[in-house]
């Protein structure tokens, strides 16, 4: 078969179309939705759980020819140049853009086991082997404390005189704090509490940032402390909050404000 020139040319300019038609979803009123476009909504709709499909990607075609209809329209009316819709366009280019400097700092600066391993650890010496079961009640005053103290003794309970606490969230259930470990609470708080036996009150107010507390020990137990892998995925999240931080501390510290 022998094709004339003119045919010829036909062919090739067709056969040159493919691939640039094959990069197209749609074409919208001789404007071209790319395909790419498609792939990225694809794979931003897989990360939420969604399964790639041919159900899903008709879908999104039609999605992407809407938005194509719809933006189109919205260029012919000028609503681009509007000063509010200018303003909403760089606060997204600024989220798109710097999500994707914060994800490839944490590819180029990984949370490694090393680091995680270190910080379970310091979250185990930290927390301790046992954990606590406390109430306590808290006021303004150091007269007020030593008031309560005193009617402890002459055999009022705990549990009646924990109404008046400052400590709302705990007040209603007499004063009870539930286990936890001494890390838990402030350093002037866990000392007089560690200190106690069970069923013990503190003799003296105990002064701390928030007032002044009298405390009751009501039991101890071994601290059943989660195991690494238990809260890995948590700390490797917190880790690399921490690493965002300092690299955002790092830039700020370098950029001239005024």
């Given at each position: 078969?022998?094709?004339?020139?003119?045919?010829?040319l036909?062919?090739?300019?067709?056969?040159?179309?493919?691939p640039?038609?094959?990069?197209?979803?749609?074409?919208?009123?001789?404007?071209?939705?790319?395909?790419?476009r498609?792939?990225a909504m694809?794979?931003?709709?897989?990360t939420?759980?969604?399964?790639?499909?041919?159900?899903?990607?008709?879908?999104?075609k039609?999605?992407?020819?809407?938005?194509?209809?719809?933006?189109?329209?919205?260029?012919k009316?000028?609503?681009?140049?509007?000063?509010?819709?200018?303003s909403?366009?760089?606060?997204?280019?600024?989220s798109?853009?710097?999500?994707?400097?914060?994800t490839?700092y944490?590819?180029?600066?990984?949370?490694?086991?090393?680091?995680?391993?270190?910080?379970?650890?310091?979250?185990?010496?930290?927390?301790?082997d046992?954990?606590?079961?406390?109430?306590?009640?808290?006021v303004e005053?150091?007269?007020?404390?030593?008031?309560i103290?005193?009617?402890?003794?002459?055999?009022?309970?705990?549990?009646d005189l924990?109404?008046?606490?400052?400590?709302t969230?705990?007040?209603?259930?007499g004063?009870d704090?539930?286990?936890?470990s001494p890390a838990?609470?402030?350093?002037?708080f866990s000392?007089?509490?560690t200190?106690?036996?069970k069923?013990?009150v503190?003799?003296?107010?105990v002064?701390?940032?928030?007032?002044?507390?009298?405390?009751?020990l009501?039991d101890?137990?071994?601290?059943?402390?989660?195991?690494?892998?238990?809260?890995?995925p948590?700390?490797?999240?917190?880790?690399q909050q921490?690493?965002?931080?300092?690299?955002?501390?790092?830039?700020?510290?370098?950029?001239?404000?005024?």
């Open positions: 078969m022998t094709l004339k020139p003119a045919r010829l036909a062919f090739l300019l067709a056969a040159a179309a493919l640039v038609m094959a990069q197209n979803l749609a074409t919208v009123n001789g404007k071209p939705v790319p395909s790419s498609a792939d694809v794979k931003q709709m897989a939420q759980g969604q399964q790639d499909s041919p159900q899903l990607r008709a879908m999104v039609e999605e992407l020819i809407n938005r194509e209809i719809l933006i189109q329209e919205a260029d009316q000028g609503l681009g140049a509007n000063a509010d819709v200018k909403q366009i760089e606060i997204a280019r600024q798109i853009i710097i999500r994707a400097l914060v490839d944490l590819k180029k600066h990984p949370v490694s086991d090393a680091e995680i391993k270190a910080e379970y650890d310091r979250f185990k010496a930290q927390a301790g046992k954990e606590y079961k406390a109430r306590h009640i808290l005053k150091e007269d007020d404390a030593k008031a103290i005193a009617k402890l003794k002459s055999g009022t309970k705990f549990e924990a109404k008046q606490s400052k400590d969230g705990s007040a209603a259930n004063g704090l539930d286990w936890a838990s609470f402030v350093k002037e000392t007089a509490m200190g106690l036996q069923g013990q503190t003799e003296t107010p002064k701390t940032q928030f007032g002044y507390h009298v405390i009751r009501d101890v137990r071994a601290a059943k402390v989660p195991t690494l892998e238990e809260v890995k948590q700390i490797a999240e917190s880790l921490k690493k965002l931080q300092a690299f955002q501390q790092e830039l700020r510290a370098k950029a001239k404000i005024s």
